[in-house]
């Protein structure tokens, strides 16, 4: 079954803080792994995205950090600022033809107390 | 450059009707997909397009259809509205596998 599962539900942190939000994946045919960040009222924006081969990736204040064995990957935002309060989605999605068929967790809203 | 746009922004409805909503892709973007997502949820996937062939379907009945047009763009039908098909409806256009999302259409079933 394809389901990616998402937590925490919801992340309070001080501004300057880390957070973290964890996924885990069950179909091992998965090998594309993004993040979105989306705002009230907007659509999903791609943050960072992850391929299985590399167990780390990090642009600016996001990483992402994957586990193959585990089946499970993270995003760690460094330095959170308010700006970041948001709600964050992980994917997961096979490759195959050009694009892919994403699917979601569940979703954490952020929230970075100033 | 332009991103994704969606068109309406927002949709009321009755039971029972049918509602069309309509995709441009960013330009150069061949491939298409919706997204359905109930506040408070992650997108779920409705369907993918590329150079107007359906390249995948999800888990939603057939009052759902899409299709592509010639220039990319791609409209979303849904016949026989129901109370819960009320979300946000999601555009992504794609070029080399990475998805960006367009700004939604909130559709509202009463």
């Known amino acids: 079954q394809q389901q990616v599962k998402q937590s925490p539900q919801s992340l309070i942190v001080q501004k300057g803080g880390i957070s973290i939000i964890n996924c885990a994946y069950e179909?091992?045919?998965?090998?594309?792994f993004p993040w979105y960040q989306q705002f009230p009222g907007k659509g999903p924006a791609l943050l960072i995205a992850i391929r299985p081969d590399v167990s780390e990736k990090k642009e600016g204040r996001f990483t992402i950090s994957f586990n193959k064995s585990a089946k499970q990957f993270s995003l760690h935002i460094m330095d959170s600022q308010p700006g970041d309060s948001a709600t964050y989605f992980c994917a997961a999605s096979i490759s195959g033809g050009s694009a892919r068929q994403l699917t979601f967790g569940s979703g954490t809203q952020l929230t970075v107390l100033p | 450059d332009a991103g994704v746009t969606q068109s309406p922004t927002h949709l009321i409805k009755t039971r029972g009707q049918q509602v069309t909503l309509r995709c441009s892709p960013i330009?150069?973007?061949?491939?298409v997909s919706w997204y359905q997502q109930v506040l408070g949820q992650g997108p779920q996937f409705i369907f993918q397009?590329?150079?107007?062939?359906?390249?995948g379907r999800g888990n939603f009945p057939d009052r759902f259809s899409a299709r592509q047009f010639p220039n990319y763009s791609s409209e979303l039908n849904v016949n026989a509205l129901l109370l819960g098909d009320s979300a946000l409806y999601l555009c992504?256009?794609?070029?080399?596998?990475?998805?960006?999302f367009g700004p939604g259409t909130r559709l509202t079933v009463t």
């Open positions: 992504a256009s794609s070029l080399r596998g990475e998805q960006y």
């Open positions: 179909n091992t045919a998965f090998d594309y």
């Open positions: 397009y590329y150079e107007k062939e359906e390249r």
């Open positions: 330009s150069g973007h061949k491939s």
